[in-house]
């Protein structure tokens, strides 16, 4: 997704050199402010970002006035959203609003999916965990919650090296083993090889699955 830290960093470019008044240290910074952003956009990429990423994307900048002008410039964009804990305090991240569209439809979606219920064998599922060897009890919990909640959606959440990759090769099986159909999704090519690797048989990326679906979808309705 073009939206992020990059989005926003390119949007102020535009603005800072459009209103400027012909300086050369300003016309000078907005070009190498999308020099900047052009070379390192793999490198930040961030649904979120502080003020200081915004700072170390255009640290190159060798004009100072102009360089804290292009961060202040972000920063105040009315693409741009602050974002604030439960109690109101800051959390000193930002986003863009196209990243808060996007999020806000996802949860729509899967507001709408929230009430299916996918696995129609738990009874089965229930006593395999139980009788699974080799795995914590926080790992079976995790179990639990994946392949026996009622609900559509279930999220996995946990701390790295907890064990999480090892938890859905064992969901995976489970599911698999009483005739599920489990369909993995990953971001990169690598990852969706390292989810062949253990076991998974159907198995995408996030892009290539949604391009297929666009691609049949539009084969019906010619």
Same mark, same amino acid.
């Given at each position: 997704?073009r939206i992020?830290?990059?989005m926003?960093?390119?949007?102020? *470019? @535009?603005?800072? &050199?459009?209103?400027?008044? +012909?300086?050369? /240290?300003?016309?000078?910074a907005?070009?190498?402010? $999308? ?37 202040q410039?972000v920063?105040?964009?009315? *693409? @741009?959203?602050? &974002?604030?804990?439960?109690? +109101?305090?800051? /959390?000193?991240y930002?986003?863009?609003i196209?990243? $808060?569209?996007?999020e ?8 709408k ?10 009874y ?12 914590s ?7 639990r919650? @994946? ?6 959606v ?18 995976h ?15 990169t ?31 019906k309705?010619?």
């Amino acid at each position: 997704m073009r939206i992020g830290i990059e989005m926003a960093i390119q949007f102020a *470019r @535009i603005e800072f &050199l459009r209103r400027s008044e +012909g300086g050369d /240290s300003c016309r000078k910074a907005a070009y190498n402010a $999308r020099t900047i952003v052009k070379n390192e956009q793999t490198k930040i990429r961030y649904n979120f970002f502080t003020k200081q990423d915004v700072e170390k994307a255009v640290k190159d900048i060798p004009d100072l006035i102009a360089r804290e002008q292009l961060v202040q410039k972000v920063l105040s964009s009315n *693409r @741009i959203l602050e &974002l604030y804990h439960d109690d +109101g305090e800051s /959390s000193k991240y930002f986003t863009t609003i196209e990243v $808060r569209n996007e999020e806000t439809r996802i949860i729509r979606i899967a507001n709408k999916i929230n009430n299916q219920v996918y696995y129609n064998d738990i009874y089965n599922l229930k006593s395999d965990i139980e009788g699974l060897a080799n795995v914590s009890e926080e790992q079976k919990q995790a179990l639990r919650h @994946i392949l026996l909640s009622t609900s559509g959606v279930r999220v996995l959440r946990g701390r790295s090296g907890t064990g999480k990759s090892y938890v859905l090769i064992k969901a995976h099986k489970l599911a698999t083993n009483r005739g599920q159909k489990v369909i993995g999704l990953a971001p990169t090519h690598k990852a969706v090889s390292e989810l062949r690797s253990k076991g998974y048989t159907e198995v995408y990326t996030v892009k290539g699955f949604l391009y297929n679906r666009k691609k049949k979808f539009l084969c019906k309705t010619a």
